[in-house]
Each structure stands twice: as structure tokens, then as C-alpha cells.
């Protein structure tokens, strides 16, 4: 069984296809997320302003995990929530 489950992710208030779309845009913003703390950190090391490697400086959470695998968990966590546009069915 894949866990979590659908349902359990949309609360019977999306279908599979919205699932989809809003796991997508939110695995975009946890790559968007990725690149700027690699950015910075890279940065960081350019300018000799740490010694440490730059997996160090790195969120475990984004660098040990695929984009779409965190999308899902923080929207079961809620920290991501997915909403319709005004007027939409």
C-alpha cells in the first residue's frame, strides 16, 4: 500500500488529477528552496566565510530526498496545503 494514502492527503476534497497538479507545484517549490540554499552556501564558501563542505550547510531534508518525496510529506505534515481558484469547481 502506498502510504499515505490519496485520501488521507486530499481529505475527499480534491480527485487524483488535482492531487497531481498541487504535488507538482509544490515539489517545484522545494527544488526553488533547494537551489537557494545551495546558492547561498556556495556563496558562503566562494567568499571564505566558512570551511565547511557545502553537503554541510545543506538541509538534510532537501539533500537527502527527492523533491516530489518532501512535496508529499509536507503536505500530509501541512505545512504545504492545496486550494482551489475562486470560482473553480
Request: proline content about 4%.
Amino acid at each position: 500500500m502506498i502510504y499515505p494514502t490519496i485520501e488521507e492527503l486530499t481529505k475527499g476534497e480534491f480527485n487524483r488529477y488535482e492531487l497531481v497538479v498541487g504535488v507538482a507545484k509544490c515539489a517545484r517549490i522545494v527544488t526553488d528552496e533547494y537551489i537557494d540554499m545551495r546558492n547561498k552556501a556556495q556563496k558562503m564558501i566562494d567568499n571564505h566565510e566558512t570551511e565547511k563542505p557545502l553537503a554541510s550547510l545543506i538541509d538534510p531534508e532537501y539533500k537527502d530526498k527527492k523533491a516530489v518525496k518532501i512535496a508529499i510529506a509536507k503536505l500530509e505534515e501541512g505545512r504545504f496545503q492545496m486550494v482551489r481558484p475562486e470560482g473553480a469547481k
